[in-house]
């Protein structure tokens, strides 16, 4: 969808496309996240560098939480 077109969509549709928008970009942030540190801790890196991406895959939860709290009324 271009940008002309988005401009042309209802308020209300535009909103719930960036909703979505931010939803997949954390969720994507928790699925590498949660797949850089398995690799880490199968290839016998330490726990400390596994760690800190578990951390970025929790911080990405909490976003989605919070974007889930404000799910936009499709009603």
Request: net charge negative; charged share 30%; proline share 3%.
């Amino acid at each position: 969808m271009t940008d002309t077109q988005i401009h042309d969509l209802p308020v209300q549709d535009v909103a719930a496309r960036q909703w979505r928008h931010s939803v997949r970009n954390e969720l994507n942030v928790i699925t590498m996240a949660v797949s850089a540190a398995r690799s880490l801790i199968d290839h016998g890196y330490s726990v400390e560098r596994a760690r800190e991406h578990l951390v970025r895959a929790e911080a990405a939860c909490m976003r989605c939480h919070e974007l889930v709290k404000d799910w936009p009324d499709r009603s």
